[in-house]
């Protein structure tokens, strides 16, 4: 763990599985591979996959290799949205999700005829460990004529409580579509992101208090520093970040949408606000410009400028190959229960969908036709 670490609880002790606090999941992370090593459980993960029918699902913040290798061999790295949509469409008899817990629950919610597989089963995130399934039914019952829209991440029991489930690359649009039909909102888990939509839609939202310890310790006041000492950056912000970072944001969205702005803008430096697993992604996307990690004040979960999360940290390259070779880690879900969560994520799914064939833009889309309207491709 590195030093200067603050111990941030999110206690649920009723949990079956799962690294409950930040400390405990650094505690079970990996040491680097040597070359050799890493060579030789990547030639594993290559065979195993072809063996087993299987592909390989990974998302944006973890290990660089390990999005390499899902690129590579056909699978995907994308964020929590593509992840679920790919694992769903794709012919693999198993998908070895590398991930958090919940994006394994959604895939295994989605396919669960296919044998869904982690490289850690413990890999969990402070939002889902934030939101009780029992203590949010309470919150429900407490707002019986809102409408409830859950975030991705969380447990597949909080899920079959929702009407909607959003990422953050649809969140806004959906809950703009709500508000028009004139839906008051129960939001959770995320208060940071819950309140950007709020903002940015004037819908009524009533906000669970849940962050993300990743995103929760950027720092306004640092980064308002950092903008000054790079003057001509664009600063890229992930909107689980508090407002006061995402007021100085030139763009706010999805991990997907931040690594779309690196090769859309023609700016060549860019300060970014989200776990620093993406920035192997911007490298490679736009391999020249520069890209800084904003400032996280220096208590975060992780270090002073090297917001990484823990859960994340925790998928190995060991992992996805023990996986695949013993079948550990094995996503068991519930069927009554993911039949349950399925219909939020369904909705999401079709209503991305339809917004697709749309040619009419929501809010977030409009906003960055905007910004990048006159400026042309980079
Ligand atoms: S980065 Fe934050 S939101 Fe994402 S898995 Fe980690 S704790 Fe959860």
Redesign the pocket.
């Known amino acids: 763990m590195p030093s200067g670490t603050r111990i941030v609880e999110f206690d649920r002790p009723d949990m079956a599985v799962g690294t409950h606090t930040v400390a405990e999941a650094w505690a079970r992370v990996n040491p680097p591979l040597s070359p050799q090593e890493r060579e030789f459980q990547k030639d594993r993960v290559r065979r195993l996959l072809k063996s087993r029918n299987a592909a390989l699902v990974a998302h944006y913040?973890v290990d660089a290799d390990i999005q390499d290798l899902a690129e590579e061999t056909g699978g995907c790295v994308s964020d929590s949205l593509e992840m679920a949509r790919f694992g769903r469409d794709h012919a693999a008899d198993t998908l070895v999700v590398s991930g958090?817990r919940f994006m394994g629950e959604t895939a295994k919610i989605l396919s669960p005829e296919k044998r869904i597989l982690m490289p850690d089963l413990d890999a969990t995130?402070?939002?889902d460990l934030g939101c009780d399934p029992v203590a949010f039914a309470a919150f429900r019952a407490q707002h019986p004529d809102r409408t409830v829209v859950v975030y991705a991440?969380t447990s597949a029991a909080v899920k079959a409580q929702a009407d909607w489930m959003v990422t953050s690359s649809i969140g806004l649009d959906i809950v703009a579509e709500l508000h028009r039909q004139g839906q008051k909102i129960l939001w959770a888990p995320d208060r940071h992101l819950g309140s950007y939509i709020q903002r940015e839609t004037g819908a009524d939202m009533v906000l669970w208090q849940g962050s993300?310890?990743?995103?929760d310790e950027f720092k306004g006041i640092e980064l308002d520093l950092m903008r000054k000492e790079h003057p001509g950056a664009l600063v890229l912000v992930h909107p689980?970040s508090p407002a006061s970072v995402v007021a100085q944001a030139d763009v706010v969205g999805s991990t997907s949408r931040l690594l779309a702005a690196v090769t859309e803008s023609p700016a060549t430096t860019f300060i970014v606000a989200t776990?620093q697993g993406l920035l192997h992604k911007m490298r490679l996307a736009a391999p020249g410009k520069t890209f800084i990690a904003a400032p996280t004040a220096g208590e975060s979960a992780t270090c002073k400028s090297c917001a990484h999360?823990p859960?994340?940290a925790m998928n190995s390259l060991k992992g996805v190959a023990d996986a695949l070779e013993f079948g550990t880690n094995e996503i068991r879900l519930d069927p009554a229960l993911g039949r349950q969560a399925k219909v939020c994520i369904d909705r999401m799914l079709d209503f991305a969908a339809a917004r697709r064939r749309d040619t009419r833009p929501g809010p977030d889309l409009a906003r960055e036709q905007a910004l990048f309207s006159g400026i042309g491709p980079a």
């Open positions: 913040y958090v995130c402070s939002l991440n993300c310890t990743v995103h689980e776990d999360c859960w994340m």
